[in-house]
């Protein structure tokens, strides 16, 4: 665990349902009782921050799994409802390291490179504990 009180403003952390501030946004609301987050358009209060559990936030990108939208996609829109094993079979046509996937992939991810934002989300690190 980690104390608020040994943390650079600058670093980022993130709550339990992936809300993400900044120690110095924490801060602030704990001793002046609400901080207003410019960058999500409200005040939080030292209750609402009070009441989540916060960890140091890591950094984390994705990537498309191409062949998993494809599945799920014959999955949900299974055309043929009535013929009995017609998903399993669709399935078994597409082999995991078929180049057709490969290219899908490396097709979305240059999209998406185009706005970091979009493939970064942040997960839980170490637990912070509030020692104001």
Same mark, same amino acid.
């Given at each position: 665990?980690?104390?608020?009180?040994?943390?650079?403003?600058?670093?980022?952390?993130?709550?339990?349902?992936?809300?993400?501030?900044?120690?110095?946004?924490?801060?602030?609301?704990?001793?002046?009782?609400?901080?207003?987050?410019?960058?999500?358009?409200?005040? !939080?209060? /030292?209750?609402?921050? +009070?009441?989540?559990?916060?960890? *140091? %936030?890591? $950094?984390?990108?994705?990537?498309?799994?191409?062949?998993?939208?494809?599945?799920?996609?014959?999955?949900?829109?299974?055309?043929?409802?009535?013929?009995?094993?017609?998903?399993?079979?669709?399935?078994?046509?597409?082999?995991?390291?078929?180049? !057709?996937? /490969?290219?899908?992939? +490396?097709?979305?991810?240059?999209? *998406? %490179?185009? $706005?970091?934002?979009?493939?970064?989300?942040?997960?839980?690190?170490?637990?912070?504990?509030?020692?104001?």
């Amino acid at each position: 665990m980690l104390n608020l009180s040994l943390l650079r403003d600058e670093i980022l952390l993130v709550d339990e349902h992936q809300r993400t501030l900044t120690v110095g946004e924490i801060r602030t609301a704990l001793l002046e009782g609400e901080v207003e987050v410019e960058r999500l358009d409200e005040n !939080l209060t /030292k209750a609402e921050i +009070e009441r989540k559990k916060w960890f *140091l %936030a890591r $950094e984390e990108t994705w990537s498309f799994d191409s062949r998993q939208m494809v599945f799920n996609y014959l999955e949900n829109a299974n055309p043929n409802e009535e013929v009995e094993g017609w998903f399993c079979e669709a399935r078994d046509h597409f082999d995991y390291e078929h180049d !057709l996937f /490969k290219k899908m992939n +490396e097709m979305l991810n240059k999209v *998406l %490179a185009e $706005e970091p934002k979009l493939t970064t989300y942040y997960s839980k690190g170490e637990k912070i504990v509030f020692d104001l």
